[in-house]
């Protein structure tokens, strides 16, 4: 049974910073790619950041410079790092995984349940 379960959200002030972790269980990390997204009320779920196997990481431009994905695979645990947070970056973060990088959002297999970051 796969669980992914999200920690580390928050209320911040805009300029400050976050640390999101996500520990998984019941699959090996290091085979899939793992993901950050998020979610505003009313919007649809967007892509943050994604780390693959090899440890490639790829950002959406809105959060390049800002956030860095990186994973631990001793500790089964996906992070992202966030610095210098803007109000805009307001969301739900969820992580995910699936057995290789998609860019279709739905095909993703494993959620989290989000954890909320609110920047003021």
């Known amino acids: 049974h796969v669980q992914l379960v999200e920690s580390g959200g928050g209320s911040v002030q805009a300029g400050g910073s976050l640390r999101l972790s996500c520990a998984a269980s019941?699959?090996?990390?290091?085979?899939?790619?793992r993901a950050w997204f998020r979610q505003v009320p009313g919007k649809e779920r967007e892509v943050v950041a994604r780390?693959?196997?090899?440890?490639?990481?790829l950002y959406a431009d809105s959060v390049k410079g800002q956030f860095t994905i990186s994973q631990d695979n001793a500790k089964n645990t996906l992070y992202l790092q966030m610095n210098s947070l803007k109000s805009e970056d307001t969301a739900m973060y969820y992580c995910?995984?699936?057995?290789?990088?998609?860019?279709?959002?739905?095909?993703?297999?494993?959620w989290g349940q989000g954890t909320q970051v609110t920047v003021s």
């Open positions: 995910a995984a699936h057995p290789y990088c998609s860019h279709i959002i739905d095909r993703w297999t494993y």
């Open positions: 019941g699959y090996t990390s290091r085979s899939y790619c």
């Open positions: 780390i693959n196997s090899d440890g490639t990481a």
